[in-house]
């Protein structure tokens, strides 16, 4: 068979690309030629021939399938080799022509980027239908047998092309090896595999095949070396039958004993797992890695003492590493430790690393991750160890502190070597770390239990020794350590190095150790979402602000750390919360966040990626606006559900934990696709649980009573470095139980700052109080504590505060016995109502005649009640667009589960929540129907009682009127006579009446008999006209007379006329009057300036003189003007008043009110207009 043909070449430049499989883009022009001769994209396989860098080097070729896709464009320079380039067309003609290949693959087979090659497709190539693959090493072998089923499903998806094992080269041309593929099993994981043979066989001039889409494909396992029974120093020699042969084969295996496999294992730092040790002692000062007991006993380990112990890190997960200074040392990632072995081991592949063994490989704390465990090599000499190198790290603001390493000095140095000997060296009755194993290039840094003087930042320790043990024969590659530190050996400092890069970069979203906070009060929450996430069952958590979201979910995940060995990642959504963040930093920081959770859970392992504050990154959409924001927030929910699929899957072992404030503040993409499987909400604490919480914060960091009085300012002298107390003592008689019931919807955060404050308060306090005193934290300082300030889920809430009480309120008499009762008890006493089998009434109806009090009545009780109060008037929740109106609902209900205990008032509900049915529009129709989903009680509603205020009750849709919603309608009925009694003696409590007191009842019950037929607001307006008479009297009184003039009214003055004079027709009079001449220019001059100045004064004595009298006048009338309420004015005010309901429209609203009450039935509309009276017809 002649060899496929080629359809096309092309010249091209390589580009690499994360496509995940062995196949190519291809540059536009040849994919508008295989489009255009119709060419299946199975039947495309590429040839991409290139020279290798080095000179006189034989060409190559690799063979690949294509993706059906086009590369991307780059555009060509504006100016080339023969100048400018003008047209577009003649730009087009000189873009880059560009093959996009997979960067994984593309390193295999040798190929970098940019590399410039030829492309050749060939249509018509061989199909093998059995292949035969080998993988390149045992771990390819390892990857390959754990991801077997993936591969079985995937192999056709990213193979297309296979080289031809068989091939034979032309003639005269240098024979080249197929080159190998690369499988993606995972998103972090791949494995190398060679062809070894095709079935049917290729021609041997033809150097591949295309892969058959129902081939048959067979792995041949390769599995690790096996290492010699007998080890090192078994005799091998009896049983053979050449003794030459077999005297070069002990030679040789004497001269280079065969390696033991290595062992990939789950790291665990032994201090996050003491639970899985026996013994009760602290983890010891060694190098020292602890596996399965059953594992000392296979081959690869038996005997072993020491292992080689590496942490391996993803490729992908890799930060850029910096360039180190050319003097700095270079550190070992590699160390020698100790190899015990472990009885209660989790599963047979989990490896426990000792505390300093964490420190020294970068990775303390570790919970998750893979290391690579191997047989030591043998150690040093102890005579060949002839002095060891420490270069400390350069240190950050400590440097200055106590004794500085690296210094220059003989005597530092020498001090230096002292503190470091006697730093490292074994306490507690075990080995330290200078008593071996010590490994060339090792990190000794700081961890946990080590006491470590000021200063010291950790260092890498070289071991210098000879030269004759140098140039022994000993593999370049080869591990350099030494099994213990003589206390003779020197020890010499060197200046201050830089932190190795790959020590630096830790786990940037590892979870870190949280406090010992104590969490009351959400025991069953935290054992629900444990158990959700133990069983692989992602969740969201839900709660206002303030509620303790984050810390719960620090919580859980570190229990799920300690108990189950979860591999733990925390990451604050708020930090991608930004307009100028691109979507593709969002996906690849979420990327890094998973991929490190799915390496973190291999080999057994499982991993829990916490994402807190999901809601500030996926918004929920805004119904009435269409833009940048709804468009970003669905793109970037998108992106989120699809890599939470990617990786949150039962063959990952990942599970997901998210936090937001409620279920309907996210984004419906991420709620509505499953990504979490339950919602649980964090609720506000009850009063119990308040106590609780004030109770263990006001205990942190308190003293006890008795040890406050030995020394009472202590607090002044800052904390100790033990955690000890502040200097605060608990008062004995705090009653913590009162402080809870005034502190009704705070969250656990508004506790925690209130006691801050009450501390400061009494901080403050005792500012002036005698030094010897105690800091005692009482009952006041929560009282002070409390004034101003607004818990978290009442600011920005509109409040409306009313000091109208029930003493100001007449009449209603049974009204007001209901609303206690509904309203006041159950919040007075909770604990009697908690117990209560039955629902409670949550929901009231006032209706009544205009004018009775509805209004006042409910802004009453909640000032009565101590409850927040909303108050929201008919039409300001309308909207005409559709589901504006919905959204006022829903955002008015959530207003009043975040104010709780709230009431919730509701004036002119007839305008709201009319018959369904009789709006041609449909607005009212929708905030009926979305009324009764928020007070039928399936929403949660609780602590939010709702009051409703009408004069129509007949307009009122009947399904709001039923059991559930407004449980019970109240009538404000007409006053009777003893209620307008009682009403004008309410409202002549705060006017100055005459001291005629004796006569005032009967006046009273002479005013309420003749308002026969007025309201509650009439008799408010017969007050206020009462009190305008009484005012317009007063103003009388002191009214001014008529002028007088000024000789009657000043007799004993002086007339005040001033003549003024100008001009030359006076002169000849004035002068013939007094005798004189006539006047010069410049005695007219000064006459005149001397008139002006006369003119000022007076203006200035006028301008003194108003203002002397407006404050005599306003003084006078504040004592001398009061107002005083006398019969003859409510007699005025009788006459002048009159009821603003008249008869008939008494009667009729009668009429409704009784048929409301009498003639009600229980059957619902059928949508046409009401005949009954007060029914409200349609243009529908």
């Known amino acids: ?31 508008s030629l295989l489009v255009n001769i119709n060419t299946p994209v199975q039947n495309v396989i590429v040839e991409l021939s290139f020279r290798p860098g080095n000179a006189g080097s034989a060409p190559r070729s690799v063979f690949v399938g294509w993706t059906g896709m086009p590369s991307k464009r780059r555009p060509a320079p504006l100016v080339g080799r023969d100048g400018a380039l003008g047209a577009r067309g003649s730009m087009r003609e000189h873009e880059a022509q560009l093959v996009e290949m997979d960067a994984t693959f593309a390193r295999t087979v040798g190929l970098d980027d940019g590399l410039k090659l ?26 390959i047998e754990l991801h077997a089923t993936f591969l079985e499903l995937n192999l056709v998806s990213q193979v297309r092309a296979l080289p031809n094992p068989s091939y034979r080269a032309r003639q005269g041309s240098t024979p080249v090896a197929p080159h190998a593929l690369t499988l993606h099993l995972s998103p972090t994981s791949t494995a190398n ?5 095709l079935d049917p066989a290729p021609p041997p001039d033809a150097p591949f095949a295309r892969l058959s889409p129902n081939a048959e494909v067979i792995v041949a396992p390769k599995t690790r070396a096996k290492s010699l029974v007998g080890g090192d120093h078994g005799s091998v020699a009896s049983t053979s039958k050449s003794r030459r042969s077999a005297t070069s084969t002990v030679r040789k295996r004497n001269s280079r004993p065969e390696p033991r496999p290595s062992l990939v294992l789950r790291a665990l730092d032994r201090a996050a797992c003491e639970a899985w040790f026996e013994d009760s002692e602290p983890c010891p000062d060694e190098i020292a890695v602890w596996v399965d007991r059953d594992l000392l006993l296979t081959k690869s380990f038996r005997g072993v003492k020491h292992v080689l112990v590496d942490v391996l890190r993803p490729v992908g997960l890799e930060p850029p590493q910096a360039d180190a200074p050319a003097s700095a040392p270079a550190a070992s990632p590699k160390v020698v430790a100790r190899l015990k072995a472990w009885d209660d081991a989790p599963n047979g592949q989990a490896a426990a690393l000792s505390c300093a063994l964490c420190a020294s490989l970068g990775c303390s704390g570790i919970v998750g991750g ?12 102890r005579a060949a160890l002839q002095q060891v190198t420490v270069y400390p790290f350069a240190g950050g603001s400590s440097e200055g502190q106590g004794l500085r390493f690296g210094s220059d000095t003989k005597a530092e140095k020498e001090e230096s070597a002292k503190r470091f000997r006697h730093m490292y060296t074994g306490r507690r009755g075990s080995d330290g770390l200078l008593q071996g194993p010590l490994t060339d290039g090792m990190v000794m840094a700081a961890y946990k239990g080590l006491e470590v003087p000021p200063g010291w930042q950790g260092g890498v320790v070289k071991l210098e020794c000879s030269k004759d043990s140098a140039s022994a024969e000993r593999p370049k590659d080869a591990t350099m350590w030494t099994a213990a530190l003589d206390a003779k050996t020197p020890i010499d400092f060197q200046p201050a190095q830089p932190r190795p890069a790959w020590l630096a970069q830790c786990h940037l979203f590892e979870l870190q150790p949280v406090d010992d906070s104590i969490l009351v009060g959400v025991d069953g929450l935290l054992a629900k979402l444990q158990s959700h996430l133990a069983h692989m069952t992602s969740v969201m958590l839900t709660g206002s602000m303030a509620s303790g979201k984050t810390l719960v979910a620090k919580h859980v995940a570190s229990r799920l750390r300690q108990e189950s060995l979860f591999y733990t990642l925390y990451f604050s959504c708020r930090k991608l919360v930004n307009d100028e963040t691109r979507i593709s930093t969002i996906k690849e920081t979420l990327d890094c966040i998973f991929m490190s959770a799915s390496w973190g859970a291999r080999l057994g392992g499982r991993g829990l990626v916490v994402l807190d504050d999901l809601d500030r990154l996926c918004p929920a959409e805004t119904e009435l606006q269409v833009g940048n924001d709804n468009g970003r927030s669905r793109q970037v929910s998108e992106m989120v559900r699809c890599v939470v699929r990617q990786y949150c899957s039962p063959h990952e072992g990942v599970v997901l934990l998210a936090t937001a404030e409620s279920k309907d503040s996210i984004n419906k993409v991420v709620t509505g696709s499953h990504l979490v499987s339950d919602i649980v909400e964090l609720k506000a604490p009850d009063k119990e649980a308040r106590r609780q ?4 914060v006001s205990k942190e960091g308190t003293n006890k009573a008795e040890g406050a009085a030995d020394d009472g300012d202590d607090w002044m002298h800052g904390s100790s470095s033990d955690g000890g107390g502040n200097g605060l003592v608990l008062d004995p008689g705090l009653d913590l139980v009162d402080i809870a019931g005034l502190t009704d919807g705070y969250m656990a955060g508004d506790l925690r700052v209130l006691v801050s404050r009450a501390r400061n308060e009494a901080i403050m306090r005792s500012l002036g109080a005698a030094p010897a005193a105690a800091l005692c934290l009482g009952r006041r300082d929560f009282d002070w504590a409390l004034k101003g300030f607004t818990p978290v889920s009442l600011r920005n809430v509109a409040l409306q505060s009313s000091t109208t009480s029930f003493k100001s309120i007449g009449g209603l008499e049974e009204t007001r016995r209901v609303l206690l009762e509904t309203l006041q008890y159950p919040t007075k006493y909770a604990p009697i109502f908690a117990q209560c089998p039955l629902r409670l009434r949550s929901g009231l109806l006032l209706y009544g005649y205009p004018g009775c009090g509805k209004t006042l009545l409910a802004s009453a009780v909640a000032g009565e009640c101590g409850l927040n109060f909303i108050s929201v008037k008919g039409p300001e929740i309308l909207n005409k667009y559709i589901g504006a109106s919905e959204k006022s609902v829903r955002d008015l209900f959530e207003r009043a589960q975040a104010a709780r ?6 004036d002119e509900f007839d305008s709201i929540a009319p018959k369904r049915g009789h709006d041609s529009t449909g607005v009212t129709d929708r905030v009926v129907n979305q009324l009764l989903t928020q007070m039928d009680g399936a929403e949660g509603l609780w602590g939010v009682y709702v009051l409703a205020a009408t004069s129509r009750p007949d307009l009122i849709d009947p399904a709001l009127l ?34 005629q007191l004796s006569q005032w009842h009967e006046r009273l019950e002479q005013v309420a008999r003749r308002t026969q037929g007025f309201s509650g607001a009439d008799l408010q307006a017969l007050v206020s006209n009462a009190q305008l008479e009484a005012i317009h009297d007063v103003l009388k009184v002191h009214a001014p007379g008529p002028a007088l003039s000024s000789a009657e009214h000043r007799p004993d003055c002086e007339p005040c006329f001033v003549q003024f004079r100008y001009g030359t027709a006076n002169h000849d009079a004035d002068d013939n009057s007094h005798g004189r001449g006539p006047q010069s220019k410049s005695e007219a001059l000064v006459q005149r300036a001397a008139i002006v100045s006369k003119l000022e004064q007076i203006r200035r004595g006028r301008k ?6 407006s404050m005599d006048k306003s003084h006078g009338s504040s004592q001398d003007k009061e107002v005083v309420l006398q019969w003859v004015h409510v007699a005025r005010a009788l006459d002048k008043t009159r009821a603003s309901i008249s008869s008939q429209e008494r009667a009729r609203l009668q009429r409704i009110y009784r048929e409301f009450v009498v003639g009600r039935s229980g059957q619902l509309g059928d949508g046409q207009a009401s005949m009954e009276i007060g029914g409200r017809s349609s243009l529908m």
């Open 193 to 197: 595999v060679k062809v070894a043979s």
């Open 370 to 381: 893979i290391v690579k465990i191997e047989a030591a090599p043998p150690p040093l000499p």
């Open 962 to 995: 039923r059991p559930g919603r407004l449980d019970k309608s109240l009538l404000c009925d007409m006053p009777g006579l003893q209620d307008r009694l009682d009403i004008v003696r309410s409202l002549l409590q705060k006017v100055q009446l005459s001291p």
């Open 1104 to 1109: 003194k003189a108003n203002a002397k009298d």
């Open 118 to 143: 030829t492309a050749l497709v060939h249509v018509d190539a061989p199909m093998a239908h059995t292949i035969n693959i080998e993988p390149l090493t045992p771990e390819d072998w390892e990857m």
């Open 1 to 31: 068979m002649a060899p496929p043909r080629r359809a096309h070449s092309t010249a091209a430049e390589l580009s690499l690309a994360h496509l995940k499989n062995c196949l190519v883009n291809l540059p536009p022009s040849l994919v």
């Open 693 to 696: 919480i004030l109770e263990a």
């Open 901 to 906: 205990p709230c009431v919730l008032f509701f």
